[in-house]
């Protein structure tokens, strides 16, 4: 049996990009074309088979530890960047500003796609949903820079609505415009969950 299930949710690439050089910058270059290798979209300062862990896995590691790199895509839904965009008083969010990989259109609840489902795109290149990406104020100062004054305002109003990260699970090109079909694992919720979490 299999242990993904293709489901009859399709959205579409409305934008890509890439950090080249995060110590530079937050913001993404637009493309619209982006390469994606097992380690990451080529061009992307976020890419790499390994990454020093962070703080969002300090649980589990000391920072700086190399564990494998499951951040090589920020990937946001079209619905969730306007609510964003929308919560923080402004007409529109340039995903560029945020470090956007990017951004699918017409997949609901986009932040809370399950862990571990697939994002295919409509000649095979297949991106893993690792899971919610949790907002940061970083993306503020780019963002004051074209909105003067409401770069503080993105944490708050991004909670619940900044997407997910993802790894490549197989190689090629995902193209503006293209169609990407949602796989999810077959899988029942954890009975669990709720208990796990009060920890």
Request: charge should be neutral; hydrophobic fraction near 40%.
């Amino acid at each position: 049996m299999p242990a993904l299930k293709p489901t009859g949710f399709v959205g579409r690439i409305t934008w890509l990009g890439v950090v080249p050089d995060r110590d530079r910058q937050l913001e993404a270059e637009p493309a619209t074309q982006v390469q994606a290798l097992f380690d990451g979209p080529v061009g992307e300062a976020h890419g790499g088979l390994t990454r020093p862990a962070c703080s969002r896995v300090k649980a589990q590691y000391p920072r700086d530890t190399v564990i494998r790199n499951t951040r090589q895509f920020s990937l946001l839904g079209a619905e969730d960047l306007a609510e964003i965009a929308e919560r923080m008083g402004i007409d529109v969010l340039d995903p560029a500003l945020v470090g956007a990989t990017m951004v699918i259109a017409g997949l609901p609840d986009f932040t809370h796609l399950p862990p571990a489902s697939r994002l295919q795109g409509a000649e095979g290149a297949t991106l893993v949903v690792d899971m919610e990406n949790r907002p940061c104020v970083l993306p503020g100062k780019p963002i004051n820079a074209v909105h003067p004054g409401f770069g503080a305002k993105f944490k708050a109003a991004a909670k619940g609505r900044r997407g997910v990260t993802a790894w490549v699970e197989r190689e090629g090109v995902f193209t503006l415009g293209e169609a990407i079909t949602l796989h999810i694992p077959d899988q029942p919720v954890w009975a669990h969950l709720k208990e796990a979490r009060r920890a």
